[in-house]
């Protein structure tokens, strides 16, 4: 590959940033075409071309970037880090990380902060990103397997289905992609880690009237002292203000027709999340409608409060669907 320095700045992270699916600066693809050699490259400030291996499956087709290029920087207060693999005709994978980290992510959701996108040449106008416009929801898996901020390196793998934002039909399958030692510049600013960021576990499903759910004479406010559907109900706060979270607990109207507790266990979210005062606001999608749930800081708990709210409890030995009030709490681990 071309060992090449492109002094353009900010170009190709500026692009990514504003929108995942705008396209890469032609002076980077003019830069693979007629490259100046450079040594050390990757190490100051600017947009690196460099060595570093960038592959992936297209449609059952091979990609193999005869290019790549990176570059970290910071815009609006965030570390942001676009790392592309290119060939001289102009096509193009692009991926872009906000306050970037090792582990495995989902990518592309909707207000998220890790993108990738794919063109497949110059000639055309079209990009496709890892997002179904037709559900509303995410297509791609990322995972960043190394970051090394002293050699300014990254490696990983990826996979998407890429969608044209204007139609979910026209698609491409984008599989086993891999970039490995792809150097990029890094004129970033130290960005603070938020103090909620961490994982937390429910522990305690409060209702303002007390049940005996499992009917061993003793009632409780606490429900997950009186059943194990809500037990290990996680919800993971990222550095980079993404989410995920699970969701399990009572199935009421089956509990009521059978008169035994059955337990629910809904797929997992993940979505975007903002702090302000002593509020957690968490905006992510569920069924194709944009939720927003806004939590309560107490110490290292997050709680949300939802007043009037169906709960199961029994009359007698008859289990019975009533009206209260419910306060669900997460504690940081």
């Not at 990176?70 to 005709?89: C, Q, R, Y």
């Not at 089956?254 to 629910?264: G, I, K, L, R």
Request: proline share 4%.
């Amino acid at each position: 590959m071309k060992n090449i320095k492109l002094l353009l700045l900010t170009s190709l992270a500026t692009f990514l940033f504003s929108c995942s699916n705008e396209p890469v600066d032609p002076a980077l693809l003019a830069q693979i075409n007629t490259p100046t050699t450079v040594t050390n490259a990757g190490t100051t400030g600017g947009t690196v071309v460099s060595n570093g291996n960038f592959t992936a499956t297209i449609d059952g087709q091979s990609f193999s970037a005869d290019a790549t290029a990176g570059n970290l920087i910071t815009v609006n207060g965030a570390n942001v880090l676009s790392i592309t693999g290119m060939k001289p005709s102009g096509e193009y994978i692009a991926i872009q990380l906000v306050n970037p980290t090792t582990g495995i992510f989902v990518v592309n959701a909707l207000g998220g902060n890790k993108t990738i996108s794919y063109k497949q040449d110059a000639t055309t106008p079209d990009i496709y990103g890892a997002f179904d416009p037709s559900t509303g929801q995410p297509t791609g898996t990322l995972t960043i397997s190394s970051l090394n901020l002293v050699t300014n390196k990254i490696s990983g793998t990826f996979s998407f289905v890429g969608h044209l934002l204007t139609t979910s039909t026209q698609t491409k399958q984008i599989t086993n992609g891999v970039f490995t030692n792809i150097s990029f510049t890094n004129s970033s600013a130290p960005v603070v880690v938020n103090p909620l960021v961490g994982n937390y576990i429910q522990t305690a499903y409060n209702t303002s009237t007390q049940t005996d759910l499992n009917n061993d004479g003793t009632t409780s406010t606490n429900q997950m002292l009186e059943t194990n559907c809500y037990n290990d109900n996680y919800l993971i706060l990222n550095a980079d203000y993404t989410f995920s979270a699970n969701s399990k607990g009572v199935d009421i109207g089956p509990s009521v027709a059978s008169n035994v507790v059955t337990c629910y266990s809904d797929p997992s979210v993940s979505g975007t999340w903002v702090s302000s005062g002593n509020t957690v606001t968490f905006t992510y999608l569920q069924n194709g409608t944009t939720v927003v749930d806004n939590f309560t800081i107490a110490g290292n708990t997050l709680v949300i409060n939802t007043p009037n709210s169906e709960v199961l409890s029994r009359n007698g030995n008859t289990l019975v669907q009533i009206i209260s009030n419910v306060s669900v709490v997460y504690t940081k681990q």
